[in-house]
């Protein structure tokens, strides 16, 4: 007779996702080691209440992340850089709104609110994350006239950041994103990441996203087409 964890198995990966948003891909805790990275996504002012482009309980996210990042001695952060009149700004483009989409040369671009500028306050990382060993900051979105999601490839699909090569360099093969935004900046790092050659895995209770026009939705169904994993923070063997 097949055991529980049998008829799971059978069910695939996408209905196993549709069928509970929690994580069921890990049945015993998960321990990194040397082989395994954390990617703390764009943990900044601008996404956090207040901010310019606050992810609704983004500020939730920071505890989460710092207890986890204890876990893992490979440690990468990201951070949103744009240029002033960046492409993305709803701001540079006449009678455009915040939120709705134009077409740019490399695809469909949702236009933002004015947001991690250079230099600005908004740009900086959250005083309140704690993660004195992460080793490397990937600063994107710094080219003028291409958005930038992923920590690995620009929004034109072929301008790298160099992080797989680095990582590829520190014979990382698993990958664990947290940060903001789920359905945006998570989700598109989490997908190059899976092309890239990585196991991922995206944790959910360290995310918060923004659902513009069913983002979120559309964001956890090609996750988990991509063969992407999705866990809770507990599922992570932290030491006390």
Same mark, same amino acid.
Not at 118 to 147: C, M, N, W, Y
Not at 189 to 200: Q, S, Y
């Given at each position: ?38 990617? +703390?996504? %764009? ?6 209440? $207040? ?9 939730? +996210? ?9 876990? !893992? #001695?490979?440690? &990468? ?9 960046? &492409? #993305?700004?709803?701001? +540079?483009?006449? =009678? ?22 250079? =230099? ?7 005083? %309140? ?22 920590? !690995?490839?620009?929004? %034109?699909?072929?301008?790298?950041? $160099?992080? /797989? ?11 664990? &994103? ?5 359905? !945006?900046?998570?989700?598109?790092? /989490? ?6 050659? !990585?196991?991922?895995?995206? +944790?959910?209770?360290?995310?918060? $996203? ?31």
């Amino acid at each position: 007779m097949l055991d529980r964890r049998h008829i799971l198995a059978a069910l695939g990966t996408t209905a196993l996702a549709a069928l509970a948003p929690t994580a069921l891909f890990a049945a015993t805790s998960i321990k990194p080691d040397d082989t395994s990275a954390l990617l +703390v996504i %764009d943990v900044q002012n601008c996404f956090l209440p $207040g901010g310019s482009l606050a992810v609704k309980e983004g500020e939730q +996210v920071v505890p989460v992340i710092n207890k986890i990042a204890k876990a !893992f #001695s490979n440690v &990468v952060m990201t951070q949103d850089w744009h240029t002033p009149g960046h &492409v #993305s700004f709803a701001s +540079v483009h006449s =009678g455009k709104k915040p939120f709705e989409t134009i077409d740019l040369p490399y695809g469909k671009q949702v236009l933002w609110p004015d947001h991690c500028v250079q =230099g600005t306050d908004g740009a900086a990382l959250s005083r %309140d994350l704690a993660i004195p060993h992460a080793e490397l900051i990937i600063r994107k979105g710094f080219h003028k006239d291409v958005d930038s999601y992923s920590a !690995f490839l620009e929004a %034109d699909g072929k301008t790298s950041t $160099g992080l /797989a090569g680095y990582l590829k360099g520190r014979k990382i093969k698993r990958i664990f &994103v947290a940060g903001l935004a789920t359905d !945006f900046c998570v989700a598109w790092t /989490a997908l190059d990441a899976r092309k890239a050659g !990585f196991e991922v895995y995206v +944790v959910e209770d360290a995310c918060r $996203g923004i659902d513009t026009q069913g983002s979120l939705a559309k964001a956890w169904a090609d996750m988990a087409k991509a063969g992407v994993k999705r866990i809770q923070s507990a599922d992570i063997a932290v030491s006390a």
